[in-house]
């Protein structure tokens, strides 16, 4: 029987329950793999192998295998191999730990629906998988009310998964009772260590009171009153204490009738206290809620009773996937109250896409859209007021995550570029080799390099400046000295297939947020040269360069804003929380967790030496894995990640490496970090939302431990890291062990004057009885300091960037103006006018310029075809207006502003007391001197353009 054949048999348990005969033996698939296509073995040998280990481990029978076969045929030609492993490891641990016919549902029933992608399936795997860590005396009950309901939709499978999940949940782990949540919002821990305001919580916990009594009068009415209720609030526009209290009950059982989710009382605690801020003072509030606690529910009653009160909601989410996600899932929900949503998370949305009530986004698909808006006039972010289009207002906004985006991510601007020919390849070249070979060690090597042009060529006049010529030597320095691969950045190698199938690779540099995230920002570039110069380091062709045309930072956007909430994990240091509030005009305050925290943090480890430290991390790896418990090794870099696996193998340590440049898929990856004993080690890229969901033994065990292998940079990357452990109220423990080669290390350099922190510095600490608590006490006071420091320079940041918008947005205020005098209308009415006119032959002025050419030869043809048709003439009039934008008002804009950096460089000269004011000096003179160049198309911009038309195509306007 041939492979196919196998695959064809209904009844596969049946085929293979005897193992002899002409049934299917391991010999035939492997004479069937030998005949493949060469291209295809690799998918099926690497499952072959892995299904024979779990088979020899007596986890899956031959049908099982069978099956997995059939999953590697279905999905092999469209996915990667190393991601259908993550499948595998599902499967088997769905098989283990679950009813066999679970698992035949799934592999079997769900998989072969026609529409059924292998996201979905992996996702439906991870979901089952979550359910029987979580809830294991009630999983199979659980899966199989929703396996009776013969649901054929795979997303619909999912949430109603979910639901029962939220359901087993809410039995198994009971609301606590109002008297110790109130307890507990009240009393500082190390959970909450910024309460509410006494007054506002006693303001909260009446209002709570009220949604109790209310809830219970409702939970016996059908919706459509439930609905009626809350459509009447809304329809009366007058919002008292009251009315709020009505609307949240509201929504509370109605949440509950579609999700079967009954939001906790600490939930609703967070969305009053939110609420509560003192708009005469704040534009907003913002709420630490803890990983697992249901953000997303809170969001989702936040943004509803915002909306019903007729404000503009966007909801900002940390990736596309999540916004999308949460958009789907709440659409029903906001239908309920008469409310529509949407989400922008594409790359060019229009105003159909910003048409709901609630808009989901990431902050840069909303920023970018706003640029887009004021800097091409795109329209997205309109709405229809009768039968005008307004820009749709800056009402409310909510915030997921949103210390990522306030802290980790605060310097990443957004930036619209515009082309431009870049002139200074040629010169970093040059200075690249200049700085290389060590020519520019001397006393004045601009002095120097301007000798080595004037060299090259005696008679031309260099275009560059002292400042330019000199901050290009430092960025090239560093990049040959400081910026290390494998910290920074890394070198990325994309295969690239031509359309003869031919293969080519082609190199990039990569950006590292190594220090918080530990995730590669792909697209962006470092400024001043420094990306071309790693790029001429490693021989990479050097990238296209544009300038930016408008740049919008996270304290700008979110300025818009009338309100502003938001909810994170991880809030930070009472110096961070200082920085949000003094930048977004907003408080904070903590939420205690709905389910108790087990996790155990164990105290630090200090050892003096690399040896020494390898050794403890290893012994402590050995210790878990005799317990069966897995291990989440988080380390700085991805150099320190490939230094300790090499460490690893040498000692035959079977682990996995996620560290953004693994080989390995993350899902396959992060699918196995949760099974008994297995040992992952990780960068900061596995800190932040990576949800390890544990195997049922791994839980039995004790749960994940977590080794920080250095000493985080901030409260909130430690956070972040140890929170992988004890998710969702299980067991867990986390430790930090750092060693006296640690960068950390070198931030007590504050300290160096004592005995014991100098011998450390200088490698002498194993001659010293040096205890751990002396270690982490220096460490934590130099963590704050540091913490100080950053936070004082991203502020400064916040300021500079407010300078900079405040020019942009005169210069915004002058290009709508253009705009909206060279509308459609206007050039409707001027393309019938020259369809009018008996024109001659357009004989252009004489130019180089190969738009202006293909302008005026489009223009001669139509008048030698005699071609009247008003459309065709607007064509070359709209080519005419693009011109305009392009070479006479976006390019000599983004030429100043795309140099704003190198004006603040030289301001920073005079010092940091004096350089705001030397800066706001200096830009606003520049800033003149180009309005006034631009004063003769924004002051007359139906002269203007007619000029332009008739100097470049002399054609006179009746």
């Known amino acids: 029987m041939t492979f196919f054949k196998i695959l064809a048999v209904p009844n596969k348990s049946a085929l293979f329950g005897k193992r002899t005969g002409s049934m299917w033996e391991r010999s035939q698939v492997k004479k069937f793999f030998m005949s493949m296509n060469e ?4 998918v099926y040998f690497t499952f072959y192998g892995l299904l024979k280990e779990a088979n020899r481990k007596e986890i899956l029978s031959q049908s099982d295998e069978c099956i997995f076969l059939e999953l590697a045929h279905m999905y092999g030609s469209t996915i990667p191999g190393k991601k259908l492993f993550a499948l595998i490891n599902w499967g088997v641990r769905i098989k283990k730990e679950l009813d066999s016919d679970i698992f035949q549902w799934v592999f079997i029933d769900v998989a072969r629906q026609k529409r059924t992608s292998f996201e979905n399936l992996l996702l439906l795997c991870q979901t089952i998988s979550d359910i029987s860590s979580l809830v294991p005396e009630k999983a199979e009950e659980c899966i199989e009310r929703v396996m009776d309901k013969g649901i054929q939709d795979i997303n619909t499978i999912i949430s109603e998964l979910k639901k029962e999940k939220s359901v087993i949940m809410a039995e198994l782990f009971p609301e606590k009772p109002i008297g110790e949540v109130n307890h507990e919002f009240s009393t500082l821990n190390r959970d909450v260590e910024h309460l509410l305001d006494t007054s506002e919580l006693g ?38 204490p009251g009315d709020t209290t009505r609307f949240l009950a509201i929504a509370r059982e109605l949440i509950r009738r579609t999700y079967q989710i009954f939001p906790y009382n600490t939930q609703m605690y967070t969305v009053l206290g939110l609420l509560r801020y003192k708009p005469e003072s704040l534009s907003g509030r913002l709420a630490q809620v803890r990983t697992g606690e249901g953000k997303s529910t809170i969001i989702a009653l936040l943004s509803v009773l915002l909306a019903a009160k007729g404000l503009s909601v966007d909801i900002v989410t940390s990736s596309r996937y999540l916004a999308k996600r949460d958009e789907k899932k709440y659409r029903p929900f906001f239908e309920l109250f008469g409310l529509s949503s949407s989400h922008i998370c594409m790359e060019r949305p229009t105003s159909k896409n910003f048409s709901g009530d609630i808009v989901f986004g990431t902050n840069t698909d909303f920023e970018f859209a706003i ?79 301007k000798a080595r042009l004037k060299h090259i060529d005696p008679d031309r006049q260099w275009e560059f400046s002292d400042f330019d010529i000199r901050k290009w030597i430092v960025s090239a320095q560093g990049a040959l000295t400081e910026y290390v691969e494998g910290r920074d950045y890394v070198v990325k190698i994309e295969e690239n297939i031509g359309d003869d199938g031919s293969k080519s690779h082609q ?24 990306h071309e110069f790693l790029e001429l380091k490693h021989g990479i062709k050097m990238g296209q360069k544009s300038k930016t045309g408008a740049a919008m930072g996270h304290p700008v956007y979110f300025g818009e804003y009338d309100q502003l909430f938001g909810l994170s994990g991880t809030m930070g240091s009472r110096v961070e929380r200082e920085e949000i509030q003094n930048v977004y005009d907003v408080d904070t305050f903590d939420v205690p967790s709905h389910l108790t925290n087990r ?68 899902d ?15 960068t900061n890229t596995a800190g932040r939302g990576t949800d390890i969901i544990l195997s049922r033994d791994a839980l039995e065990a004790g749960g994940l431990h977590v080794i920080f292998g250095f000493y985080p940079i901030n409260d909130r990357v430690e956070a972040q890291g140890i929170g992988r452990a004890g998710r969702q109220g299980q067991p867990g423990s986390s430790q930090i062990v750092v060693h006296s080669q640690d960068e950390a290390m070198a931030q007590i350099q504050l300290f160096e004057r004592e005995e014991l922190f100098r011998a450390l510095l200088l490698g002498d600490a194993s001659k010293l009885e040096i205890k751990s608590e002396q270690v982490f006490e220096k460490l934590k006071a130099a963590r704050v300091q540091n ?27 002058k290009l709508r103006v253009w705009y909206q005098a060279i509308d459609d209308l206007y050039l409707e009415a001027l393309s019938a006018k020259l369809a ?15 738009y202006i050419l293909s302008l005026g030869r489009m223009l001669d043809k139509l008048i030698l075809e005699k071609n009247l048709k008003e459309s065709r003439y607007r064509t070359v009039l709209e080519g005419v207006k693009r011109y305009i934008e392009t070479k006479c008002i976006l390019k000599p804009w983004a030429d100043f502003y795309s140099q704003l950096g190198d004006v603040y460089q030289q301001c920073s000269l005079n010092g940091p007391q004096l350089v705001e004011e030397a800066y706001v000096e200096e830009t606003e003179r520049q800033f003149r001197e180009l309005f006034d160049k631009f004063e003769p198309i924004f002051q007359n911009s139906d002269t203007s353009f007619r000029g332009y038309f008739r100097q470049w195509l002399g054609i006179e306007f009746l």
């Open 39 to 42: 291209k295809a073995k690799p």
């Open 203 to 240: 303001e909260v916990i009446a209002d709570y009171l009220d949604i109790q009594r209310l809830g219970k009068e409702m939970v016996a009415l059908p919706v459509s009153d439930l609905q009626s209720q809350a459509k009447e609030i809304i329809r009366a526009g007058h919002w008292s």
């Open 371 to 449: 640029m887009r808006d004021q800097l091409f006039n795109a329209q997205s972010r309109v709405k229809n007021v009768g039968d005008r289009v307004v820009p749709k207002p800056f009402h409310a906004v909510i915030v997921d995550e949103v210390d990522n985006m306030f802290i980790d991510k605060s310097r990443n601007s957004a930036r619209m570029g515009v082309s431009a020919t870049s002139k200074d390849q040629w010169i970093f070249r040059l200075i690249f080799s200049f700085v290389s070979f060590g020519r520019a060690s001397g006393f004045d090597p601009v002095s120097d390099f």
């Open 507 to 530: 190199k990039s540099i990569v950006i590292m947020d190594y220090q918080h995230t530990g995730q590669l920002s792909t697209g962006s570039r470092w400024q001043n040269g420094i």
């Open 599 to 666: 996790r155990v943090n164990l105290q630090p480890v200090y050892q003096h030496t690399k040896e020494e430290y390898y050794t403890y991390i290893f012994s402590e790896i050995d210790k878990m894995k005799a317990l069966g418990r897995p291990v989440l090794i988080l380390v700085r870099t991805t150099n320190d990640s490939l230094e300790i696996s090499a460490k690893m193998k040498e000692k035959h340590m079977t682990h996995h490496v996620l560290n953004a440049i693994q080989e390995e898929d993350e």
């Open 668 to 682: 396959y990856i992060i699918s196995r970090a949760g099974n008994a004993g297995m040992v992952t080690v990780a």
């Open 787 to 813: 913490t100080h420091m950053e936070s004082i320079s991203r502020q400064h940041h916040a300021k500079i960037e407010q300078i900079n918008h405040e020019m942009l947005t005169q210069f915004y205020d």
């Open 836 to 850: 009018k006119q008996q024109l001659t032959k357009v004989v252009p002025e004489k130019t180089e310029d190969g």
